[in-house]
């Protein structure tokens, strides 16, 4: 099955700086979905991405599709904390295969 | 109401235990999943079922039985229970077949089970 690779595993960032997390596979997507964990929380959908070089936003959050359909992103601006949690993107195939995750904490 | 609940939130029990967690949905889905997510929070599908037929089965140990007495419910038992057992296990459910039309997994909000 498809397998992604998401990076970085953790990201601190100063509340009102902007990160960005990652999501790369090696082989073609179908589509790309994002999910949002909170701590003790269970995942959360956020958003699917299907077209080549699709960019959706939701409020401070920009998530990108890339080109070849190989790879994702999802930018935050001004971090709250409200932000924090575990970010994951999932892919699919015969299943949906999330990736590591990338668990964000905030310095207010 | 809450659209994938399972029970119980958590469970504590002793090695060589058998214990069971029971998952329903109110959303109409024809597909539900279980997930385990590990310390390290990495999420790995176990089954799913579609319509109460068994579509994937993931490499699980024989330990881990499944049940789905109708599209709503999704049941998961674990015979002889391990250390590596403990985690939380996730409910899901979707109105697409797993596969590339999923769509959007619901997920309940998760059994915690330690095995001591």
């Known amino acids: 099955g498809q397998q992604v690779m998401q990076i970085p595993q953790y990201q601190h960032v100063q509340e009102g700086e902007d990160f960005t997390t990652y999501c790369n596979s090696s082989?073609?997507?179908?589509?790309i979905q994002w999910y949002k964990q909170r701590p003790g929380g269970h995942p959360v959908f956020l958003i699917q991405?299907?077209?080549?070089?699709e960019v959706k936003k939701q409020k401070r959050l920009t998530f990108q599709f890339g080109e070849a359909k190989k790879n994702s992103s999802l930018h935050i601006t001004a971090t709250q904390t409200t932000d924090v949690g575990t970010y994951f993107c999932?892919?699919?195939?015969?299943?949906?295969?999330f990736g590591a995750g990338t668990t964000v904490t905030v310095r207010a | 109401d809450t659209a994938v609940s399972q029970t119980p939130k958590y469970l504590v029990t002793q090695m060589g235990n058998d214990k069971s967690i029971k998952c329903e949905q109110n959303?109409?889905?024809?597909?539900m999943y279980w997930y385990k997510q590990d310390s390290k929070k990495f999420l790995k599908i176990m089954f799913s079922?579609?319509?109460?037929?068994?579509?994937i089965n993931e490499t699980v140990p024989n330990r881990f039985s499944p049940k789905s007495p109708d599209k709503a419910h999704l049941n998961l038992h674990i015979n002889s229970l391990e250390l590596g057992d403990s985690a939380v296990y996730f409910c899901?459910?979707?109105?697409?077949?797993?596969?590339?039309?999923?769509?959007?997994?619901?997920f309940g909000e998760g059994s915690r089970l330690t095995v001591l």
């Open positions: 999932a892919v699919n195939d015969y299943k949906l295969s």
């Open positions: 959303l109409g889905h024809d597909t």
């Open positions: 991405l299907v077209k080549s070089g």
């Open positions: 899901a459910s979707s109105q697409g077949l797993a596969g590339p039309n999923t769509g959007e997994l619901f």
């Open positions: 082989t073609t997507l179908s589509n």
């Open positions: 079922y579609n319509n109460k037929e068994l579509i």
